[in-house]
């Protein structure tokens, strides 16, 4: 279970057409100090027939001191007020709860903050879902973009990177996680149990923890990055263009902090993917070290690193999970652009964000809170093996990392038992009986029909056999441009 590694150590006009607004009830309290006023006494008339009636001097009463506004208290999904600003585009109605099996579903926010600075306030530079089912022995992941345009309740539309801050502003310390649970309640109908939240530094260190990260590339990326990690980040001499490589590779904290954050060669729904690899890696690294069989002695080291609402026996609940789940049983919910959402600028500040369409959103939540086996591959639970004999170390095994994400059970065959190839060649030993299996292969590494080979085959001990070439990096989908000579940015 991915959360357990994580702690021990992110058409548009229809879609307007639907939204309503939501009714509103009393808006938020203001202080208005009461002032008494002065009655004045009536002045003489110079009328002599007539005379002036005689009044009470006032009392003149000190001004009332100032009392602070009580924080408004948090309705978690009740009837909202009027949004406080006027939204730029129409408020979406709430979100149905998506339909599940009657499982034991847990579903952790785990959010990354965007500063160097520990215990620093700042931006929420990463979210990301987990939907652990314990009872199905699978996990979710959903990487939510920092940019996403949402409802914020008792507010209104605003990036979900600044609800955070925003909660903390509005209801005092911890208003801002209650308010990011509500946000996530209202727009996707997910409820969210628990949260961990780590920043540049404890992230770093976790990973310190674990020894380094042993990780699968299989999308090269080049950016600028820090010579040295304690280097001065505000000089321009402290950086350099830095490429990682297609393979495998072992990281260390700085380094892997880049790695989730580059963007200059790809787009932040990439480095969405790249952070739930991350995520599943130090899974598979904390599992391998026997860290969950550690829980109870490494707890109270885990609370100084992450900032979590989860009490040491939420983890050891979880703890069963992450030692019997496979790497096939973990999913990513990938969302893709005129799917899910559609880029868009506001009206009052030019600021770019993305609008989501309601009935993409709507499926992706719903495969969200499914097991794996419910959404892929047409219940075929095809096997397979792969194997290389090339001059770039791990391929093997990066495929094999790539396949499971898509449900593949897969076993990586020993280099010295494989023949050097020019290029991959995918052996089909089902006879076309697994359809979906066969076009997924493909479709992930893609390979072309030209280098499919049937070989069907009865009495089979695996479905598929993958000897890759040097042509893999053909399958990356951010490849980096010719002569890409990226520019300094945060």
């Known amino acids: 279970m991915l959360v357990c590694s994580f702690p021990f150590f992110s058409s548009s006009s229809a879609a307007q057409a639907t939204r309503v607004v939501l009714p509103t009830n009393t808006a938020r309290a203001s202080l208005t100090p009461l002032i008494p006023t002065i009655t004045l006494t009536p002045s003489r008339t110079l009328r002599p027939s007539r005379t002036a009636t005689a009044t009470r001097t006032p009392t003149i009463t000190r001004t009332p001191s ?6 408004p208290t948090m309705v978690i999904m009740g009837t909202y007020q009027t949004p406080v600003n006027t939204p730029v585009t129409m408020i979406p109605p709430a979100a ?34 987990l939907s652990i089912n314990r009872t199905a022995q699978s996990v979710s992941m959903m990487h939510i973009p920092r940019d996403m345009f949402v409802y914020v309740p008792n507010d209104t539309m605003e990036k979900i990177n600044t609800v955070v801050s925003l909660g903390n502003k509005l209801y005092g310390a911890g208003g801002g996680i209650k308010l990011m649970k509500d946000t996530m309640l209202y727009n996707y109908g997910i409820k969210i149990d628990f949260y961990a939240r780590v920043d540049f530094v404890t992230f770093q260190a ?25 280097m001065d980040y505000n000089d321009p001499k402290s950086w350099e263009p830095y490429t990682l490589n297609i393979g495998r590779h072992t990281l260390d904290g700085y380094t892997t902090l880049w790695y989730v954050r580059s963007r200059v060669t790809s787009s932040d729904l990439d480095r969405g993917r790249r952070q739930m690899e991350v995520l599943r890696a130090m899974w598979r690294q904390a599992k391998a070290q026997g860290i969950f069989a550690q829980i109870t002695n490494l707890w109270p080291e885990a609370q100084q690193l ?57 499926n992706a939540v719903q495969n969200f809170v499914l097991p794996p086996s419910k959404n892929r591959l047409g219940g075929e639970n095809p096997t397979v093996e792969v194997g290389a004999q090339l001059s770039v170390k791990g391929y093997e095994q990066v495929v094999g990392d790539r396949l499971s994400w898509e449900g593949f059970n897969v ?36 390979i072309s029909d ?41």
Not at 208 to 229: E, R
């Open 66 to 71: 100032f009392t602070p506004t009580p924080l």
């Open 96 to 129: 149905a709860t998506p339909i599940t099996t009657g499982d034991d579903i847990v579903n952790i926010m785990l959010l990354g903050s965007d500063t160097i600075t520990a215990g620093a306030t700042a931006r929420t530079d990463v979210i990301i879902l």
């Open 450 to 490: 030209a280098s499919v080979i049937s070989k069907p085959d009865p009495n089979r001990t695996v479905d598929f056999r993958i000897e890759m070439g040097p042509d893999y990096g053909s399958s990356c989908f951010y490849g980096l441009p010719p002569d890409s000579q990226p520019t300094p940015q945060e």
């Open 206 to 230: 976790i990973v310190s923890k674990l020894g380094g990260l042993d990780l699968s590339v299989d999308c090269a990326i080049q950016d600028w990055k820090l010579i040295s990690p304690e």
């Open 411 to 446: 076993t990586i065959l020993p280099t010295e038992s494989m023949v050097r190839r020019g290029s991959t060649v995918l052996f089909d030993y089902t006879g076309n009986s697994s359809p979906n299996s066969l076009k997924a292969i493909m479709k992930a590494l893609r």
């Open 306 to 362: 992450v900032d979590t609402d989860m009490t040491l026996a939420d983890i050891l609940g979880l703890a069963p999970t992450a030692l019997s789940i496979s790497p096939e049983n973990i999913q990513r919910i990938t969302l893709v652009q005129g799917t899910h959402f559609d880029p868009w600028y506001t009206a009052d500040t030019g600021s770019f964000v993305f609008l989501p369409n309601a009935e993409g959103w709507k």
